[in-house]
């Protein structure tokens, strides 16, 4: 559900998708509350890919379903497609890192995909061929018979990526979507989003704990603080937009790029916060190869 808003004036410069505009998120417990997100401000460009970092506690589960309309802020609001955001938005679709909490097991892989799309009346003939496409862009065009439970997790994944593309949103939020399935089916599964963001053209807003993921599919990589949760930095990905798990990840720039967003996440868990005068990467920052990890 989505409220009018006024968009903001910025003559010459085109109007993002999704704006987060000092967005805090208070959980008010019967014992004591709190405050996940203090003050969370950034913007999203149409079409853009966009990966979220933080760490573990950071905010970022919450700020996504702030921005998916599962949950109210507490101050500031959240803006797509010049609406303001008050409830779960149309144009808007989640993938959520436990596919099997997220399949219904009493329905197929087809009813499953087909679900949501009920809700958008379309007649038969359009949700069936829907389906079809979104089944057969991730691969499992022969098994939209079985059931979740006679698949693998990775082909899970894919159902749950399926059900989520055949809605055709504008905006597709991922919230560590491959954190549970093994290394090499989470490689070709970034390249299976990669593969739709380009053909649909979909903005997508990415979370994960995984620096080379984020990398790797990424545009821009923000950087988040501790809780309670700012923008630390914001990265630009400056890689070649054609990638491939082998070329891309070998580049120099890949490795700078890694180190850069690696040193961020340090400074993010000593708590250093934007203004303290410590939170700019330094260019080519050395970080021993024996000190860095892929994720956080
Ligand atoms: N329903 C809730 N009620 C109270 N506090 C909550 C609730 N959900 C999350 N929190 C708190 O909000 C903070 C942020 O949690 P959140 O799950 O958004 O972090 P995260 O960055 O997604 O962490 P992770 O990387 O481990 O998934 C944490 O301190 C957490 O304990
Ligand atoms: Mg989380």
Redesign the pocket.
């Known amino acids: 559900m989505t409220t009018p808003t006024t968009p903001p004036e910025t003559p010459g410069t085109p109007a993002p998708i999704l704006e987060v505009r000092g967005v805090q998120k208070i959980?008010q417990?019967k014992q004591r509350n709190?405050e996940?997100v203090r003050d969370l401000t950034f913007s999203i460009a149409a079409g853009e890919m966009t990966c979220i970092v933080?760490?573990?506690?950071?905010?970022?589960?919450?700020?996504l379903k702030c921005v998916a309309g599962l949950l109210d802020t507490t101050a500031g609001e959240i803006v797509l497609e010049g609406e303001r955001v008050t409830g779960p938005p149309r144009g808007m679709a989640v993938v959520f890192q436990e596919y099997g909490r997220s399949l219904f097991p009493w329905l197929t892989v087809r009813q499953n995909v087909e679900l949501p799309l009920k809700e958008k009346n379309l007649p038969k003939a359009d949700r069936e061929s829907l389906v079809d496409e979104a089944l057969a862009a991730v691969g499992l065009a022969d098994v939209h018979g079985a059931h979740p439970w006679q698949l693998s997790g990775g082909m899970q994944q894919r159902v749950a990526i399926a059900r989520a593309v055949a809605y055709e949103p504008h905006v597709l939020l991922m919230d560590?979507p491959f954190a549970a399935v093994d290394a090499q089916t989470r490689g070709e599964l970034e390249d299976l989003v990669r593969a739709l963001w380009k053909r649909l053209g979909v903005t997508v807003l990415f979370?994960t704990?995984d620096i080379d993921e984020a990398v790797y599919l990424g545009q821009r990589v923000i950087v988040l603080s501790m809780?309670p949760t700012v923008v630390l930095a914001d990265v630009a990905v400056d890689l070649p937009e054609q990638r491939d798990q082998l070329h891309t990840r070998s580049l120099p720039r890949f490795a700078e790029l890694r180190a850069k967003v690696y040193e961020l996440i340090q400074q993010s868990k000593r708590g250093v916060r934007p203004g303290s005068g410590d939170e700019h990467e330094q260019p080519g920052t050395a970080v021993a190869a024996d000190t860095q990890s892929g994720s956080m």
Do not use: D, I
């Open positions: 959980y417990g709190v996940a933080g760490p573990s506690g950071a905010g970022k589960t919450t700020l560590e979370v704990h809780s």
